[in-house]
Nanobody
Framework: QVQLVESGGGLVQAGESLRLSCAGS????????MGWFRQAPGKQRELVAS???????NYADSVKGRFTISGDNAKSTVYLQMNSLKPEDTAVYYC????????????WGQGTQVTVSS
């Protein structure tokens, strides 16, 4: 059973920074990609950033230039450095891992709250 454990959320003021971490329990050779999604109240879950096992990185347009995703494949860990935070970044942030096995499956962390006050 794959487990993803997140840390690093909290309450900050606009313009400040936070760093999210996610550690996974899966075999690193089975990882297709890891990433971060977020869900604000009343809104659908959306992709924030992802990084593939080959190093391809994707960002949502709303976070480009402010957020940086990085990963440590040897530790099945992914990080999200969030700078210049805005109130609209307020959401629950979820770590995601896409893993190859008998089937390709998506796994999710429990979520960590990020609140940005104006």
């Amino acid at each position: 059973q794959v487990q993803l454990v997140e840390s690093g959320g909290g309450l900050v003021q606009a313009g400040e920074s936070l760093r999210l971490s996610c550690a996974g329990s899966m075999n690193t050779f089975s990882i297709i990609s890891m990433g971060w999604f977020r869900q604000a109240p009343g809104k659908q879950r959306e992709l924030v950033a992802s990084i593939s096992s080959g190093g391809r990185i994707n960002y949502a347009d709303s976070v480009k230039g402010r957020f940086t995703i990085s990963g440590d494949n040897a530790k099945s860990t992914v990080y999200l450095q969030m700078n210049s935070l805005k109130p609209e970044d307020t959401a629950v942030y979820y770590c995601n891992a896409r893993v190859a096995g008998a089937l390709i499956r998506d796994y999710w962390g429990q979520g960590t709250q990020v609140t940005v006050s104006s």
